[in-house]
C-alpha cells in the first residue's frame, strides 16, 4: 500500500492535534506516545495518513506554533525516540505521517531570533528577520500601518528602539525569506525529518513567507485583523513564495527518486480566490493546498455548488486534485456551525453534518478529517475564559473566543472526565476541561452504536477504498430541485444531499450504498445525504 505512485491525490489524511488526542503520562496533554497508541483506532477507521499539528520546543504561546527548535520533540511531547516508534508504528500499520512545519516564522525564544535581538541593527543577524526603524520623530511609531491577525499591531519594538514584524503575536517574530540563510536553514529541517521517515509535510501559512520588499502602508490595514484572513496584498502571496514551493517539491522529489516513496507537501493557502489558490499546485509547487471555501461555506446547495464547481474548474485544471476539508483546529466544528440559528431545530446540527461529510467524500480529490469529526464532537462553546488559551483571546481584549472549543481532548471511554484521554489518575485533569456530555461521544460508544458518527466514516471510507468511481476523477452535477445537489461519479455511482428542512424525492433510483441519516426509499430527508448506484446510466 505504501508504494501507490500519486497516492496522495485521493488520501484521506486525519488531523492529529497532539495535545488533545491521548495523553500517556498522566499530565493532561496529550504526546507522541498517545499517539502511537491510538493508531489502531485510526487504522479500524480506515484512513491513509495523519497529520501531525506542532510538537517541537515551543513555548507553546501559540500551541507549538510558535517554534523553538525546527529539529526536536518538546518534552511536553515526548522526544525524538518516541518520534522515531510512532514512526515505525505507523509504517507497520501502512499509515503515512505528515509533519506541520511552520516556515512563516518561529518563536521569540528560536536561538536565531535571540540572536538578532542581542546583534547590532543591520548585521547579519538580524536580516534573518524583519527589523526596521520605527517612524515619527523618535522612531516610536512602528515602521508601517500593518495589523497582525491576532490582534494589535504587526510590529514590536526591541529593547534598542528598532522594530520587528510579526504577523500573528509577538511571540511569532516572521522569518526574512529574502535572506540565503533561512531558506537554506528549511532546506536543512526538510531533510532531517524526511531523513527519519517522515511522508511529507503540512505546510502553515502557505501563502506567508515573502513580504512586500519595501515594507510598504497598506490602504486596509485592519483587514487582516478583520476577516483573520489574510488578506493584505502586501504580506501575502507575494509572487517570490512559489520559487520556495518549487525548491521544496524538488526535495521531495529527490527522496523520491531515492526510493520510490512519493512524499507530500499540503498547504495552509488562503488566498482571495480558487484561481490564486490554484498557483500553488501547479505539477511543480504543492501536491495540496486546502480549499477552504467549502469550510467557509454556509450551509445552503447554491453556495455549495459554487465553491465545489469553482474548486473543479480552476484547482482540478492544473492537473492537481482538490483538497477538501470541513473542519480543523482552528474553525468553529462543523454540528455546531451547521446547527446555527439554533432556533431552527436541536438536531438540524449533527445531521448537516453527517450529510457533509457524506458529501465531502464522495467529492474528487483528497480530504481531511480533524480529530473528534469522526465522533461528531460539538463545539464546546461554554468554556469559561479563565481556562481559554487562544492568543487571539487574548490579544483582542477578550472578544473573539475562537479556537478553544474545538481543541478540546477527545473523550475515549467512561462516564466522567477526562474519558480515558489520560492515562493518569482518575483525578488528572486535561488541559482544557472536558464537558460532562462527551461522555456520550466516547469512541467506545461510538464504535458499538452502528448509528454513530464513526459508523458512518468508517463505512464511507471503506467503499471509498473499494468503489472505483469514488477518490480522484470528475463530478458531473444532475438536475435538481431548489435545495438538493446531486451529482455522479464515474459509472453510475450518485451522491445527492438534501439542504432542505423538508423531504424531497431521491433524484436517483438505485442501490442505496450508504446515507446519513434514515432514507426510506424514494425520498431523501430533510439535511440528509446519500450515496446510491444507479439503475440505469446517467
Ligand atoms: C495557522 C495554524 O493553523 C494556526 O493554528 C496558527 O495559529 C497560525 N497558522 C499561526 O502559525
Known sequence: MLSKYHWWRDAVIYQVYVRSFLDSTGDGIGDLAGVRAGL??????????????PFYPSPQHDHGYDVADYC???????????????????????????????????????????????????????????????????????????????????????????????????EQPDWNWRDPEVAAEFDRVL???LDRGVDGFRIDVAAGLYKHPELPDSDDPEADARTRDSVNPLAWNQPEVHDVWR???????EYTVRDGRE???????????????ALYVRPDE?????????????????????????AMEDIAGTGSTVTWVLNNHDQVRTVTRYGEPATEGSGLGPARARAAALLMLALPGAAYIYQGEELGLPEV?????????????????????????CRVPLPWSGQASPFGFTSGAESAKPWLPQPEYFAEYATDRALADTRSFWHLYRDGLQLRASLPQLGEGTLRWLDTPPGVLAFTRGDGLVCAVNFGTAPTPAPVSGTPLLSSGP????????????????????
Request: hydrophobic share 45%; charged share 25%; with cysteine.
Open 72 to 170: 526536536g520533540v518538546d518534552p511536553l511531547f515526548g522526544d525524538l525516540a518516541e518520534f522515531d516508534l510512532l514512526m515505525a508504528a505507523a509504517r507497520r500499520l501502512g499509515i503515512r505521517v505528515l509533519l506541520d512545519i511552520v516556515p512563516n516564522h518561529c518563536s521569540s525564544e528560536h536561538p536565531w531570533f535571540r540572536a538578532a535581538l542581542a546583534a547590532e541593527p543591520g548585521s547579519p543577524a538580524r536580516a534573518r528577520f524583519h527589523f526596521a526603524d520605527g517612524r515619527g520623530p523618535d522612531g516610536s511609531e512602528p515602521p508601517n500601518n500593518w495589523h497582525a491577525m491576532f490582534g494589535g499591531p504587526a510590529w514590536t519594538r526591541a529593547d534598542d528602539g528598532q522594530w520587528y514584524l510579526h504577523m500573528f503575536t509577538p
Open 381 to 405: 462553546v461554554d468554556l469559561p475564559d479563565d481556562v481559554l488559551t487562544d492568543p487571539i483571546f487574548r490579544r483582542t481584549g477578550s472578544r473573539a473566543r475562537i479556537r478553544d472549543g
Open 191 to 193: 531533510r532531517f525529518w
Open 286 to 310: 504543492l501536491h495540496q493546498a486546502f480549499f477552504f471555501d467549502l469550510l467557509g461555506a454556509p450551509w445552503e446547495a447554491d453556495a455549495f455548488r459554487k465553491v465545489i464547481s469553482e
Open 40 to 53: 489502531p483506532y485510526l487504522k479500524k477507521l480506515g484512513v491513509d495518513g495523519i497529520w501531525l499539528s
Open 263 to 277: 512524499r507530500l507537501l499540503v498547504g495552509e493557502v488562503s488566498v482571495p480566490t480558487a484561481r490564486e489558490h
Open 519 to 538: 432514507c426510506p426509499p424514494g425520498v431523501l430527508p430533510a439535511a440528509t445525504a446519500g450515496w446510491w448506484l444507479a439503475d440505469t446510466g446517467l
Open 247 to 253: 525548491w521544496w517539491r524538488a526535495v521531495c522529489e
